[in-house]
């Protein structure tokens, strides 16, 4: 029953909200409204920055495996030090710019313009969604919720599996171009527009409730999701790309 309780996203577990501390200011859409633009900020600039020294021809492939790898320790070190979010969350949102503007400009590359197709891809889910949720033409009851736990923690696993086999040589499914390869990548993208219906249903509840420090998890919650869809969506356009 617990798990029911609880989102896909991990940052939006029940563990970041118990707080036995009381607060005179409490958490709101807007303060995480306007966070959250300062962190897409930050993504958008260190992107436009990797973009142009890719652009001059220099190596950004340590840039890629670095910003990926920083953004998974800061997740681990935020999951544990909570209260170290205000910094830490802006400094995930810069690994990930590094991550981002790394796989953009390979895409861009090979596919002009496809980035920024996966960018308004990516905006217009968010708002469906977002709209999807407000009007209550979806609502998220706890089989819905369970599902989705279910199968983003199993897409993550997959992922996770493909990762460690390359170490071994051995190239899985995940990456190839195969119809396969594009259905599992289509269904991944599915349910991280999902999992934003999770993250919009636990703000809701917790907001003018929690405490004000907590906007910086919730930031940290929805960055996770759209970074993740973002990925997804430019992904799979690029294997479409491939394909036709």
Known sequence: MVLLNQTSNPAFSNYFWDDN???SNKMTVSGIFYKS????????????????LY???NSIKWYISGGML????????ISVRQHWASFLVPLYAIAKGFFLGGI???????????????IGV???????????????????????????????????????????????????????TSWVAILFNFVAAIFASLSLLL???YIEKQKNKAPKSKEWI???????????LYAETLRLMKKLAIRF
Do not use: M
């Not at 633009?37 to 142009?52: E, N, R, Y």
């Not at 953009?104 to 996966?118: E, G, R, T, V």
């Not at 919730?218 to 993740?228: D, Q």
């Open 21 to 23: 501390k009381s607060s």
């Open 218 to 228: 919730a930031t940290w919650g929805l960055l996770v999701s759209l970074v993740w």
């Open 122 to 176: 990516t905006i217009i889910t968010f708002i469906t969604v977002l709209l999807l949720y407000q009007t209550r033409l979806i609502v998220v009851s706890k089989k819905i919720r369970s599902i989705i736990i279910t199968a983003c923690a199993s897409i993550f696993l997959v992922y996770i599996i493909s990762w460690i086999l390359g170490f071994f040589g051995i190239k899985s499914f995940v990456w190839g």
């Open 37 to 52: 633009i300062f962190c897409i900020l930050l993504i958008a600039i260190i992107t436009v920055g990797i973009w142009k």
């Open 55 to 57: 652009s001059e021809g």
């Open 70 to 77: 920083s953004a998974i320790i800061i997740s681990i070190v």
């Open 199 to 201: 993250d919009f249903d």
């Open 104 to 118: 953009s400009s390979y895409a861009h590359a090979k596919f002009p313009n496809l980035p920024y197709q996966a």
